[in-house]
Nanobody, 116 residues
Framework: EVHLVESGGGLVQPGGSLRLSCTAS????????MNWVRQTPGNGLELERI??????????NIWDSVKGRFTISRDDAKNTVYLQMNDLKVEDTGKYYC???????RGQGTQVTVSS
């Protein structure tokens, strides 16, 4: 059974940093690209895609809303994809999920709260 488990969220002040992790099991992780999405109060129930990493980690894409502040990476030896978030803003508050679209897999999410 496919499982994705996110961790690393928490409460941080504006301008701070967090690193989210998503650990996968139940499939051959190295053969699949991975994504981070988020659900923020400003977007309601919409899942906003913010980052993508290719198989092997050679290519990444960061969406405009977080470009220059967030980076995505993966460690296939650990079956884990990361989201490094720097210069966090109040509007980054929300629940963050990793997703593998081909497998229709999504974790339970990890909450990020940016507040002074």
């Amino acid at each position: 059974e496919v499982h994705l488990v996110e961790s690393g969220g928490g409460l941080v002040q504006p301008g701070g940093s967090l690193r989210l992790s998503c650990t996968a099991s139940g499939f051959t992780f190295r053969n699949y690209d991975m994504n981070w999405v988020r659900q923020t109060p400003g977007n309601g129930l919409e899942l906003e895609r913010i980052a993508w990493v290719s198989v092997g980690g050679t290519k990444t894409n960061i969406w405009d809303s977080v470009k220059g502040r967030f980076t995505i990476s993966r460690d296939d030896a650990k079956n884990t994809v990361y989201l490094q978030m720097n210069d966090l803003k109040v509007e980054d508050t929300g629940k963050y999920y990793c997703i593998q679209y081909t497998l229709s897999a999504r974790g339970q999410g990890t909450q990020v709260t940016v507040s002074s």
